[in-house]
């Protein structure tokens, strides 16, 4: 993580493990990244998401789900959830462009 610009360095999606869970959390993780919706305040929630991923691709790899691959899965959701989307991001954006067009006039 470079926190001098306030970016993350993330898994690249082909590096990511095998399971779907992980796969589909590196495409989405990327794309909020792409669109500057994630910054160094985001990388404890990512890393959660990501081990959280890793731990429910082995949990479902065997045909069973426990209890606590379930209160898993929930905490994986809740927190995914509270990422900023793209559109937030956007949002953000468009704002502070329309205060610097404001205070350049």
Do not use: N, W
Request: hydrophobic residues 45%; proline residues 2%; aromatic residues 4%.
């Amino acid at each position: 993580m470079d926190l001098e610009q306030g970016t993350l360095d993330l898994p690249e999606i082909e590096h990511a493990g095998g399971g779907a869970i992980e796969r589909a959390a590196c495409v989405t993780i990327a794309a909020l990244r792409e669109h500057g919706a994630l910054d160094a305040t985001h990388t404890l929630k990512v890393e959660l998401i990501l081990q959280g991923a890793r731990a429910l691709d082995s949990e479902f790899r065997f045909g069973k789900v426990t209890v606590a691959g379930m209160q898993l899965y929930a905490r994986v959701l809740d927190t995914a959830d509270g990422l900023p989307t793209i559109a937030e991001a956007v949002s953000r954006e468009f704002e502070r462009i329309t205060e610097a067009l404001a205070d350049a006039e």
